[in-house]
């Protein structure tokens, strides 16, 4: 168990909806990220956060948009879904966001977009 | 833009074996660091080594060890006395040291471990 906590596990929705994806990162942990998970495109990087402020932005899409709060979790918004956001979403977490640590994953959510 | 490749997209070892899963990076960075991360069916990325570039020893783990030839932007993974619970897949991975930088990861190599 990583520590980092991620719900639902699984998403079935429809074309054109919205979701939230939530994640609790480790105790302690000031940093999150975002990763999409995709065959087609592997494991792409969208997004960090630091102690509830954005620090580095990936391949995100405009439709989609996230948050940290200020009790650390974060929250992955997904609008006007399309059939291509089906994917695993993965938030990871780790201590003060440096590029040597060690990142905490969670165990995801699988976003299955009919 | 930093690149990650991972050319073997399987790999099979017989248990008690050594293997070795290839990564290349192309990077106009000096200083970074590179991961290898492996996903278990259960899907939860775990961490297995980190190398820093600037370190010219290679990093140990107990049975996983990596060749970092930075000159030639490598860094490849080996397993030794493979067991039956390294069947995952793998992921290499590259951060630049400096501040919003990000993990960009390989297309990942699955391994399969064999009686």
């Known amino acids: 168990d990583s520590g980092v906590t991620q719900t639902p596990k699984h998403l079935i929705t429809a074309t054109g909806q919205r979701v939230t994806l939530r994640c609790s990162p480790r105790?302690?942990?000031?940093?999150v990220y975002w990763y999409q998970q995709s065959l087609d495109q592997g494991l792409q990087f969208l997004i960090q956060?630091?102690?509830?402020?954005?620090?580095a932005k990936g391949n995100i899409l405009e439709r989609f948009s996230a948050q940290q709060f200020p009790d650390l979790h974060s929250e992955l918004n997904l609008s006007s879904l399309e059939l291509g956001d089906s994917a695993l979403y993965f938030c990871?977490?780790?201590?003060?966001?440096?590029?040597?640590?060690?990142?905490?994953f969670g165990s995801g959510t699988q976003l299955s977009v009919l | 833009a930093q690149t990650v490749t991972q050319s073997q997209p399987e790999m099979s070892v017989q248990e008690a074996e050594t293997v070795t899963l290839s990564c290349t990076y192309d990077?106009?960075?000096?200083?970074?660091?590179l991961f290898w991360y492996k996903q278990p069916p259960s899907r939860q990325m775990i961490l297995v080594i980190r190398?820093?570039?600037?370190?010219?020893q290679n990093a140990t783990e107990n049975r996983f060890s990596v060749n970092f030839q930075k000159a030639a932007k490598s860094f490849s993974l080996k397993i030794s006395d493979s067991q039956l619970g390294d069947a995952a897949m793998y992921f290499c991975?590259?951060?630049?040291?400096?501040?919003?930088?990000?993990?960009?990861f390989g297309t990942g190599t699955r391994l399969q471990v064999t009686l």
């Open positions: 990871a977490s780790s201590v003060g966001g440096e590029a040597n640590e060690k990142l905490f």
């Open positions: 105790s302690g942990d000031l940093s």
């Open positions: 956060y630091y102690n509830g402020e954005e620090r």
């Open positions: 990077t106009s960075e000096s200083d970074y660091y």
């Open positions: 190398q820093e570039a600037y370190k010219q």
């Open positions: 991975a590259y951060r630049w040291r400096g501040t919003a930088s990000k993990l960009t």
